[in-house]
Every structure is written in C-alpha cells, then in structure tokens.
T-cell receptor, first 115, second 117 residues
C-alpha cells in the first residue's frame, strides 16, 4: 500500500522567504508527527497531530513555524521568514493511533536549504 | 525529560563480523524503545521495538536488541553482518506515565554502520 509521501523532495530558498512543506500520511492513520533533522544531528520532534488538532506543539523552535492538518489527511508545515539555521531535512511520520508504542511510518523527507 | 545517547557516530566492520551499536537512554518514567534504520537513499523504517515482556527483541533480518533497565541501555547486535546492512541506525525512546498518551519519539544522533567486503 502507499506509504507516507512528502513534497517537495528538495527545496532551495532565499533567506527571508516563506516555505510550505506538505505531508500525506498513510490512509486511516489518525496520528501525524513532524520531525527535523539537521546535519549531523538526530531527529528533533516539532509537532504532533491527533486528527486535526495539535495537542503538542512544544517542539516548534519559534513562532515562524506553524503547521495545520485537514481532518485526518494532509498536513502542511509552514516556515515564515526562513533563516539559514532552518536548513534541514523535515520528516513527517504517521501512525495508526496516537497510542504510546505505536509504530511510526516515516516519509522520505523534504530537504530544505536556505541560502 | 527523556534523552538518548548513541555512543558511536560511525562503526566500520568487515562482512561476516559481529557488530554492536550502543544506545543509552535517560528517563524518569517508564519507556518504550525503538531502533530505526535508514538505508542509503531511503526513508527511515522501524527495525525493532521493545514495549514489554521479554527484554530481548529480534528483527526479521537477524538483528537483536536487549532492554537493560538497570543500565538504561538498548544495544543493537548482529552476530554476522552483510554488505546490505550498511545504513544509518537510530535509537529512539518514548516515555509514558499518567497524562502522556501519545508516542512522541526522542532520537539519538545516529550511528553509521559501514560493512566492508
């Protein structure tokens, strides 16, 4: 079956521009997670959705970052006024439920480069 | 708060040799533990996980990991590696206690395993 998909796969932008990253979770998965992986570092949690509500936004690094989700479907992560330190691979994952221990299935990621 | 430390950033090994990738975690409450693998040019995928029961868990491709609560470790091992095991391996933890009902993962920094012929 189809896995988690993300678009674009690569994005190059200029400092100060806004970018929008998209995630399509596995059909029927109610939980959706965004993570960021900067070069040489592990994955950092950004935000979690259960359905279209976001119980935990604690990982968003600043108010330039926001995310939304439509129902139990597509999610978009928006970064406003991008900075060079935003350069990273942004990964989306979904799981069947939000239960602890549920396997998270990851997308291929969006590689963002801010010049 | 929870954290994960992978002690080796890179592990080179020859084919058919044994390997151990080390992972230590820190958490004040109960944990579930995971190993994810990222093969070259592929996405992150679950290798194995410990939720409860037997402390030794195995994957379908011969890896195993043992949950050691006293040493707060979850090291990954394979008795004989193949070239195809070359990948980056990530250890991850999620904690649970009253009030925490979702599986936010905290990842280690990853270990690059390179298997040489």
């Amino acid at each position: 079956g189809a896995g988690v998909s993300q678009s674009p796969s690569n994005k190059v932008t200029e400092k100060g521009k806004d970018v929008e990253l998209r995630c399509d979770p596995i059909s029927g998965h109610t939980a959706l997670y965004w993570y960021r992986q900067r070069l040489g570092q592990g994955l950092e949690f950004l935000i979690y959705f259960q359905g279209n509500s976001a119980p935990d936004k604690s990982g968003l690094p600043s108010d330039r970052f926001s995310a939304e989700r439509t129902g139990e479907s597509v999610s978009t992560l928006t970064i406003q006024r991008t900075q060079q330190e935003d350069s990273a691979v942004y990964l989306c994952a979904s799981s069947r439920t939000s239960g602890v221990g549920e396997t998270q299935y990851f997308g291929p990621g969006t590689r963002l480069l801010v010049l | 708060a929870q954290s994960v430390t992978q002690l080796d950033s890179q592990v080179p090994v020859f084919e058919e040799a044994p390997v151990e990738l080390r992972c230590n975690y820190s958490s004040s409450v109960s944990v579930y533990l995971f190993w994810y693998v990222q093969y070259p040019n592929q996405g992150l995928q679950l290798l194995l996980k410990y939720l409860s029961g037997s402390t030794l868990v195995e994957s379908i491709n011969g890896f195993e990991a043992e949950f050691n609560k006293s040493q707060t470790s979850f090291h990954l091992r394979k008795p004989s590696v193949h070239i195809s095991d070359t990948a980056e391996y990530f250890c991850a933890v999620t904690s649970f206690a009253g009030g925490t009902s979702y599986g936010k993962l905290t990842f280690g920094q990853g270990t690059i395993l390179t298997v040489h012929p």
